[in-house]
């Protein structure tokens, strides 16, 4: 089976700074890669997906960018974040089954 | 459709009842319907899924129906339990894009002794 492990699993930015995101998985290889948000006691919103390394589908236009540098790691990025960027950040990759998505533990960002 | 900006229903229910969760999705033509479990502070636990083609799936204590003349989709959990308290949110994967997966809005339940 496979596991997505993302970190920090914690993080506290100010408004301006950058943020940087990282989503890896093992026990599987050429996965779907999944970046969704969500705000506290809402449901999940698509940000980003990617079905191959360098190939990304944008999802939102926001101020967030995201980028697979290898076939197994997954990244969201800021160049200057936003007090509406804060909330609830999951990886989620397609299983070699079905179309069921697996989920990493998420990162919990605050914009200050 | 997708529904994230809306707070989440709340469903309460007593231990050992049996719970219904209720799903309304929004595209015909989805093929493959999913439930999932987020328990607070960790992502999303896949519970069930289900094709187009069944109308009834059963795991250990829950059970999907697909009712698909009235996009309805629901989760039932036999006799549930505290560690059954949790969002549940159903997913759909349209046939026009299969790398996608359609979420609903969710649902709290809340199980108290």
């Known amino acids: 089976s496979q596991t997505i492990h993302q970190w920090p699993a914690t993080l506290v930015q100010p408004v301006g700074s950058p943020l940087s995101l990282e989503c890896t998985v093992e026990?599987?290889?050429?996965?779907?890669l999944y970046w969704y948000r969500q705000a506290a006691g809402r449901g999940l919103q698509l940000l980003f997906y990617?079905?191959?390394?360098?190939?990304i589908s944008s999802e939102v236009p926001q101020n967030l960018s995201a980028s697979r540098p290898q076939d197994r790691q997954f990244i969201l990025s800021s160049k200057k974040l936003l007090l509406s960027d804060s909330g609830f950040y999951l990886c989620?990759?397609?299983?070699?089954?079905?179309?069921?998505?697996?989920f990493g533990p998420g990162t919990r960002l605050t914009v200050t | 459709g997708e529904s994230v900006g809306l707070h989440l229903p709340t469903l309460s229910v007593q231990e050992g009842d049996n719970s219904i969760i209720n799903c309304a999705y929004s595209n015909s033509a989805s093929d493959y319907f999913i439930w999932y479990k987020q328990e607070s502070g960790k992502g999303p636990q896949f519970i069930i899924d289900?094709?187009?083609?069944?109308d009834k799936r059963q795991g250990q204590r829950v059970t999907v129906l697909l009712n698909k003349t009235v996009k309805h989709l629901s989760l039932q959990i036999a006799a549930t339990q505290p560690g059954d308290s949790a969002v549940y949110f159903c997913?759909?994967?349209?046939?026009?894009?299969?790398?996608?997966?359609?979420f609903g809005t969710g649902t709290r339940l809340q199980v108290f002794p």
């Open positions: 997913a759909e994967t349209p046939v026009y894009n299969t790398d996608k997966l359609i």
């Open positions: 989620a990759s397609y299983g070699t089954g079905a179309y069921e998505q697996y």
């Open positions: 990617s079905v191959g390394i360098g190939q």
């Open positions: 289900i094709r187009s083609n069944m």
């Open positions: 026990g599987t290889s050429n996965p779907n």
